[in-house]
């Protein structure tokens, strides 16, 4: 799906044809998902933590409300970007203060998730670089538990570890794609061939999803071999620090070794 996206190939049916329950990153920044592919796939990927929604002209409040109703553990937003996500990240804001439960307590210091009863109870920081002034306040008075376009620190105002995939600077979905040739989204600025007329005898075009499914696989089944050694040689080296570190088990190591030299002898 990142290549997809990367190719701007990205769109209704290419994101729910891959979508599945154990995602936890969505980027679908400049693409052309609109609020009916991410209905499809809040309600599919309801462990999402981090989205990335800026440039996509098509996603409206609707959209947003969906991931936000389904999506409980939000803890990262992306939006902005180009006019059209501007005006949807300001309509969004009512979405995104939390609605609470108990409204005893003093101050947001002792509130706890369960007396956050709606809105995005769990987002911690949001990243819109051209955030306008007002925005910024309303936030800041009713979401003060939001940091707003965190900078690249190890802790936040709040004293939390500020994410990588809460720093605009990095693309949400960087680290699902650094170990893949960049070459290999780069086709889509490739020269465009004169297209051939359809040969009736040739086999039916796979569809794009299901490439991008089946490139998968086979990169998978490619890096197999090398996870497996990769674990047999971090299981040889835990055995082996095992037995320097506990004597007993050196011990235990040592009384087998020389019993099978005097068996040997």
């Known amino acids: 799906m990142s290549i997809a996206r990367r190719r701007r190939l990205l769109n209704d049916e290419v994101l729910t044809s891959l979508a599945e329950s154990s995602w936890e990153i969505l980027d679908i920044s400049g693409s052309d998902v609109t609020d009916a592919g991410l209905a499809t796939v809040a309600n599919v990927c309801s462990n999402l933590r981090a989205v990335d929604i800026s440039r996509c002209e098509k996603v409206t409040t609707s959209g947003v409300s969906e991931i936000v109703c389904h999506c409980p553990s939000l803890e990262i937003l992306r939006c902005g970007g180009c006019p059209r996500s501007e005006v949807t990240a300001r309509r969004c804001l009512d979405l995104l203060k939390p609605k609470l439960n108990n409204l005893e307590e003093d101050s947001w210091e002792e509130l706890n998730t369960l007396d956050i009863g709606g809105g995005a109870e769990s987002l911690k920081w949001l990243v819109w670089p051209k955030i306008d002034d007002n925005s910024k306040e309303t936030l800041a008075a ?93 299981r040889r080296r835990a055995e082996r620090d095992y037995m320097m570190n506990d004597i007993d088990a050196r011990s235990m190591a040592l009384a087998a070794q020389a019993s099978r030299n005097l068996r040997k002898s």
């Open 142 to 234: 009713e979401c003060p538990r939001v940091t707003v376009n965190p900078q690249p620190s190890l802790f936040d105002l709040s004293g939390s570890k500020v994410p990588v995939e809460a720093l605009a600077s990095v693309p949400l979905d960087h680290s699902i794609v650094e170990d893949i040739d960049p070459k290999t989204w780069a086709v889509s600025a490739a020269p465009r061939r004169p297209v051939a007329p359809p040969n009736p005898n040739a086999p039916p075009e796979i569809p794009i999803a299901e490439r991008f499914r089946l490139a998968y696989v086979e990169r998978e089944a490619r890096l197999a071999p090398k996870r497996a050694k990769r674990e047999r040689q971090q």
